[in-house]
């Protein structure tokens, strides 16, 4: 792999994120994911080359290692904020269609609730995984989901929840989803949600973790 790009890559999975941050320690003074994006693009390197090369297979490894408990909440957090110092420079030219995604992914919290520490995970993970991901952010109605996914067709949508009373909410906007637009696809998680209530309320796909979340979107792109 070219050079910078690696170093991209290790920024990331370690949470670097630009040459005054002070974590991780060992990394300390050294440039961020954030200077090394920029001078990448400068020296020619493509946005999506930078994408799939650097922060993909990065936030994979990030990914894999939270499944495995070998790393928790803050170290996620921190390879997410170096994800997006990076993301920061890409986005541009994303935006402009000059550099295609992998699909768009519409994510939020339920009704009632305002839980968003994994839903942001999962949307930050699933945007390293090079899709699209508009966030509705927290206590999102059914109303403001189906009003995303006018604007945006064919969107893949994501809902997490976290109390046992917004569960029903789930169900509630699950089945609205579905009765408007069938062959959506619904992915669901959070800590109170299982497989069974997932296929229960008719939803496609339930997670445990980001990871499960992006190979589930993979298996969509295929
Ligand atoms: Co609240 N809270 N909270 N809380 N809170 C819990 C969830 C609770 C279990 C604590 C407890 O009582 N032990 C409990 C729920 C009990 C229940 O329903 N059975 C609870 C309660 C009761 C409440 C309030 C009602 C408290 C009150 O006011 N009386 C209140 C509700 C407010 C509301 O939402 N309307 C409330 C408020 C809050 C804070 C605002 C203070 C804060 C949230 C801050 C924020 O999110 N910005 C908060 C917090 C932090 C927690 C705990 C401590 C931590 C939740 C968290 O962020 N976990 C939680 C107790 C606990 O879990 N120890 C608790 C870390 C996060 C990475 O995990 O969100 O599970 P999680 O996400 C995971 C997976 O579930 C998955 O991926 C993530 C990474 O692995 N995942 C998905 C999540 N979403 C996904 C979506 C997917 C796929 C996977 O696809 C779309």
């Known amino acids: 792999m070219n050079d910078i790009l690696e170093k991209i890559a290790l920024c990331v999975e370690f949470g670097k994120i630009n040459k005054v941050s002070p974590y991780p320690p060992n990394m300390k003074d050294q440039d961020g994911a954030d200077e090394l994006a920029k001078r990448a693009l400068e020296e020619g390197v493509r946005p999506d080359e930078i994408l799939e090369s650097a922060l993909v297979p990065a936030m994979a490894r990030v990914g894999e290692k939270f499944t495995k408990k070998e790393i928790y909440v803050p170290q996620m957090l921190m390879a997410a904020k170096a994800m997006n110092s990076a993301m920061a420079h890409l986005k541009p030219f994303f935006q402009s269609g000059e550099t295609k995604r992998k699909g768009k992914f519409i994510v939020g919290t339920v009704a009632g609730d305002l839980h968003d520490i994994g839903k942001n995970l999962v949307a930050m993970m699933i945007e390293g995984g090079g899709w699209e991901v ?86 969509l792109v295929a």
């Open 134 to 219: 508009i966030d509705l952010g927290v206590d999102v109605s059914t109303e403001k989901f189906l009003g995303a996914m006018e604007e945006h067709p064919g969107a893949v949508v994501g809902l997490s929840a976290l109390l046992t009373t917004t569960m029903e909410n789930m169900k509630k906007t699950v089945s609205a989803i579905k009765e408007k637009h069938a062959s959506s696809k619904i992915l669901v998680g959070g800590a109170p949600v299982t497989r069974e209530y997932c296929e229960k309320i008719g939803a496609d796909f339930y997670a445990p973790d980001p990871q499960g979340a992006v190979n589930y979107l993979k298996t």
